[in-house]
């Protein structure tokens, strides 16, 4: 007999587990249905982002960032540390628990919200009497569920290039980049973007020589003009070395190592000769065996599941989220949508301006921005006006010994209205939540130049670059 329920979310990550809590809080019945195994053999929630993603890259980043720490930043605070050591056993034990706790924790919000775990892989069998029909399997007997309702929140999984497959051994995507059992001399990275940055990061700080082949003429293309330049300098004076419109030939691999013949920029033959190599060319809509044609649903061009501003898609009762939908593929990003389908599965009328979501790259120093960027307005014909102010004129960054880096303000020519806020800075992933509140609210850069700031502290710099963008300029400018 079939197990009936108000909602089924296929999908335990950000967009899927927020998602069935909030509409189990609204009064739904709901389960959520998620097979993904971590390291250990054992059944999971959390998704990609809290077993492979989000947070143990970021464990690993601070680990990596309090190592460099002592070797390069102690003693100009006039302490005095001895041969600092990598126990990188240790470290990943750490970022391993964290993922524990973090993945035991939804385990315990399902409970206290009376959310059923199926455990298994989701399919699509049909509808009948108006009920979308679902079987899970995978994990013993298939069982047999009905809904009114389902959300598909099955996320995304690493882009391989066909000719190099991945071993997360020698070659490795995001899952064995997060998993070394030890320092690599020579690290190669393909791929410029957020992944390829961080944990190239996160092991050029732990010794390793890290080279990143970018096929793009430009650095961050997403990313203000400004930022751009900024992180460019800051990466490549930390020991990153970026090779950008590259063209990647063969790869080979043997005891000793990968070997990538790669093309420059300048049409020139390289080699790049590494002990490890990891792809991180982006992530595609994980969509495989969903069996989405039996209820009459089917990706685009791009394997993406076409839904409306609601997240509703083309079929009635079935509603789809996060990296499986348009957009950027931001966990914050599946969690506001999660968010707003269970709201409007329970009645209510919430909305999401998507102009609104912030992006942020957690290296050193960190990169954050939300709206739109100086080539954007120019590109739209839109007047505006910019004001940026440094951290290097900051008392609380210089304490930090975090001086790198500024926020960059722009706001509407006629009206003020900030259009974009964009930050490179210690704390950026902290420091742009003030633009994202102050722009859903419509504010202009001078409500922020007018706002008062604790002193001293990073969020001066946010005021600044305010004032800056304003007739009343910087106060410390």
């Known amino acids: 007999m079939a197990q009936s329920f108000d909602l089924i979310v296929i999908g335990a990550g950000p967009g899927g587990y927020i998602a069935a809590i909030r509409a189990a809080q609204l009064g739904l019945k709901v389960a959520c249905v998620e097979k993904w195994r971590n390291p250990q053999g054992e059944l999971a929630l959390g998704g990609t982002c809290l077993n492979v993603g989000c947070i143990p890259s970021k464990a690993l980043l601070a680990s990596s960032e309090l190592f460099e720490a002592l070797h390069h930043e102690a003693g100009d605070h006039g302490i005095t540390v001895g041969q600092a050591q990598v126990d990188i056993g240790k470290m990943m034990a750490r970022k391993d628990g964290i993922v524990g706790k973090m993945t ?3 385990e315990f919000l399902f409970r206290k919200n009376k959310i059923t775990w199926l455990k298994g892989h989701a399919c699509f069998k049909g509808r009948q009497e108006g009920r979308l029909l ?60 957020v992944i390829g940055l961080e944990l190239g990061s996160v092991w050029r700080r732990l010794g390793c020589q890290v080279t990143i082949l970018e ?27 970026i090779e950008l419109g590259v063209r990647i030939g063969e790869v080979t691999r043997d005891a000793k190592g990968v070997r990538v013949a790669w093309t420059d920029s300048k049409g020139v033959d390289q080699v790049l000769e590494c002990d490890r190599l990891i792809v991180s060319v982006g992530r595609v809509p994980n969509t495989d065996g969903l069996g989405l044609d039996a209820v009459g649903l089917a990706t685009d061009e791009r394997g993406f599941i076409p839904v409306d501003a609601g997240c509703r898609t083309a079929v009635p009762g079935v509603y789809a989220v996060g990296d499986v939908v348009r957009g950027p593929m931001l966990a914050h990003k599946a969690e506001d949508e999660g968010v707003m389908v269970a709201e409007i599965i329970a009645g209510q009328k919430p909305h999401i301006d998507y102009n609104c979501i912030p992006w942020v790259i957690y290296t050193s120093p960190e990169i954050a921005w939300v709206g739109r960027t100086e080539q954007q307005l120019k590109a739209d014909g839109r007047p505006y006006k910019s004001g940026q102010f440094p951290f290097a004129a900051n008392g609380r960054a210089l304490g930090m010994g975090a001086a790198d880096g500024f926020v960059k303000v722009l706001a509407d020519e006629k009206t003020d209205e900030i259009l974009g806020v964009h930050i490179v800075a210690a704390s950026a992933s902290d420091l742009i ?28 710099v946010m005021r600044e670059a305010s004032l800056a963008a304003t007739d009343r300029r910087a106060l410390n400018g």
Do not use: Y
């Not at 995507?173 to 690290?187: I, M, Q, Y």
């Not at 939540?433 to 969020?459: L, Q």
């Open 215 to 241: 096929a793009m003429p430009e650095f961050l293309a997403a990313a203000d003009e400004s930022v751009r330049k900024e992180a460019w300098k800051q990466f490549t004076k930390q020991g990153l070395s």
């Open 104 to 106: 035991k924790g939804i």
């Open 433 to 460: 939540a003030e633009a994202v509140v102050a722009m859903e609210f419509k504010a202009s850069a001078e409500d922020i130049g007018r706002i008062c700031h604790a002193h001293p502290s990073m969020s001066e």
């Open 134 to 193: 679902i079987e899970v399997s995978g994990e013993g007997e298939p069982v047999s569920c009905d809904a009114a309702q389902v959300i598909v929140a099955t996320g995304s999984k690493a882009r391989h290039l066909p000719a190099i497959p991945v071993d997360n051994v020698q070659v490795c995507d995001n899952e064995g980049a997060l998993a070394l059992g030890e320092t690599p001399k020579r690290l190669g990275v393909i791929g410029a973007g």
